[in-house]
């Protein structure tokens, strides 16, 4: 089975410091994304990255940068945490076959509080 | 602008019956478009995609239709069971876009 690891499923952080949720794949997966779901507003995609080094931005990527030095794994940072990035954050990875692309694997989920 | 809804947030149904849940899109031209079921404090895991020339896709209970026409897929779960309560998500992949756009779901309740 593929899985999709984030680094911590609660964190709570202060205002202004920086954050770092992490996310694993087992699977060889080309793609992968960062979302954050809010109550009312869904899924949003903050960023995503093809492959090795390579990053593209989503609908909602103020205040968030993410990095992807290996295959496996794809971080993403909150450089000066604000309450307004209190929120779940879901990684997720699939397999892209010369442009074919498919369903979703999720991990469980990152609940980040920022008071 | 591009849009995706479900038709309500929320559905309860009596256990026995067919749930039947609604995604209607504007301004896309999907590739694809899937659905994905969500449990409180989880990730949502996938349960069906259906490419843009397929009209209907079956696995077990589950049925989805896609009309690009009307723009807009059909979920039904038949038999439904207190176990299939949960978040409903529908996802659309725009031809080239390389990234999944979500509805906002529609959270199922089925009553014994």
């Known amino acids: 089975d593929v899985k999709v690891t984030q680094s911590s499923r609660y964190l709570v952080k202060r205002t202004g410091e920086k954050v770092f949720l992490e996310c694993v794949q087992d699977m060889d997966h080309e793609n992968m994304f960062w979302y954050r779901q809010d109550p009312g507003l869904g899924l949003r995609l903050i960023y995503f990255?093809?492959?090795?080094?390579?990053?593209e931005k989503g609908d909602i990527p103020e205040g968030y940068s993410v990095s992807r030095e290996k295959k496996e794994r794809f971080s993403l940072i909150l450089e000066s945490a604000s309450t307004n990035q209190t929120s779940m954050y879901l990684c997720a990875s699939r397999r892209s076959l010369a442009g074919i692309t498919g369903e979703l694997f999720f991990g469980e989920g990152s609940r980040l509080t920022v008071l | 602008s591009q849009k995706i809804e479900q038709n309500s947030e929320a559905l309860n149904i009596q256990e026995g019956k067919t749930a039947t849940l609604t995604c209607n899109y504007t301004?896309?031209?999907?590739?694809?478009l899937q659905w994905y079921r969500q449990d409180p404090g989880r990730g949502p895991v996938f349960l069906l995609l259906?490419?843009?020339?397929?009209k209907e896709k079956r696995k077990e209970r589950l049925k989805v239709t896609f009309d690009t026409t009307l723009k807009q897929s059909l979920f039904h779960i038949t038999a439904s069971q207190p176990a299939d309560s949960a978040t409903y998500l529908c996802a659309l992949d725009a031809t080239n876009a390389g990234k999944s756009t979500f509805g906002d779901g529609t959270t199922l309740t089925v009553k014994p």
């Open positions: 259906i490419r843009e020339n397929e």
């Open positions: 301004n896309y031209s999907p590739a694809y």
């Open positions: 990255s093809y492959d090795v080094k390579m990053k």
